[in-house]
């Protein structure tokens, strides 16, 4: 298979799409990127990367962090993380606040907003927030084997100074008990994970092991075990894309997860580890070139979990 061919393929076609979709702007410093940029990275199990279109250029992972703090902090605090936040997608929006009340603080699963609050406090202990920033850095940098990868500052300044409704949700959480920290510590946190800048291929690289049982077949470091990876791929299946989980599994196939930047790290369980980054958005915030691209590279591949 020409994974080459099929990725400039995929830039070609989607070339005059360029811009489709809504670019996030409820945090100011986002609405400034230029739209009309897609790029793709893949990075497989063999360690061999193919990039096409802007994958080289660096851009706000936001919600897709969620994967490498929910991995930080299952090594930190193990399987007790689950009395403090639930396994089940949510159906409703990234940052929605329904459902905490009937459910007494506990979020439902670690990837909508209210539940990375909360792995945040399970990372934040023992901790002062700049440590816990340090210390995740520190950890994704490991992932992706490269030392340049840093936080973007204007980002997360611009989303503490507009995360009301963050500080909504973590403010309500704090009420029945299920934060632990001060809430500003706890989204100082917060924001500087998803404030995270990489590039495509950083991107890929940093997933890879979860492409590959846990281990990271390139440098051969055991990450998570092979369960745990099956675990967290299961998780970005059913709950990667909020309310649009259902529809990106019907059209990709694939454990995804997705960012209000525009980027989406997708895993081919056995294969590979895929970025994809477009800044315009779909109704439900995610990247709307970003899942085309994702569909198109696995009905051209047959990476689909649920069969070719
Ligand atoms: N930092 C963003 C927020 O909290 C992350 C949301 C996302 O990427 N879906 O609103």
């Known amino acids: 298979m020409d994974l080459q061919a099929i990725v400039d393929d995929i830039v070609r076609e989607l070339e005059p799409r360029l811009g489709e979709g809504k670019v ?9 990127v230029d739209p009309k940029q897609f790029g793709i990275a893949i990075t497989t199990v063999d360690g061999d990367v193919f990039t096409a279109g802007d994958a080289a250029t660096p851009f706000s992972i936001q919600s897709v962090s969620k994967v490498f703090m929910l991995t930080l902090a299952l090594g930190k605090a193990g399987e007790a993380i689950w009395k403090r936040v639930g396994r089940e997608p949510s159906g409703t929006a990234f940052n929605s606040i329904v459902q905490l009340e ?45 030392e340049t990868i840093s936080i973007d500052g204007a980002v997360a300044k611009s989303e503490t100074n507009t995360g009301y409704r963050n500080y909504a949700l973590a403010n309500f959480m704090r009420s029945f008990g299920n934060l632990h920290h001060d809430v500003d510590h706890v989204l100082g946190v917060y924001f500087h994970q998803c404030a995270l800048s990489m590039t495509c291929a950083q991107l890929s690289r940093a997933g890879l092991f979860l492409a590959a049982k846990g281990a990271d077949p390139i440098s051969g470091y055991s990450v998570v075990s092979p369960k745990r990876a099956r675990r967290i791929n299961a998780l970005m299946l059913t709950c990667g894309h909020y309310d649009g989980s259902g529809d990106f599994a019907f059209h990709v196939g694939l454990p995804g997860k997705s960012g209000v930047g525009g980027g989406i790290l997708a895993i081919a369980p056995g294969k590979a580890s895929i970025a994809v980054w477009s800044p315009g958005l779909n109704k439900v915030g995610n990247s709307a070139l970003g899942s085309v691209a994702l569909e198109m590279l696995a009905s051209r591949t047959g990476w689909s979990v649920f069969g070719a």
């Open 24 to 32: 996030a702007d409820y945090i100011p410093e986002l609405a400034k």
């Open 102 to 146: 009937h459910e007494h603080g506990i979020p439902r699963n670690p990837f909508i907003n209210a539940g990375a609050i909360v792995i945040c406090d399970l990372v934040l202990a023992g901790y002062k927030p700049k440590e816990a920033i340090g210390e995740f850095l520190r950890f994704v940098r490991y992932l992706a084997d490269d």
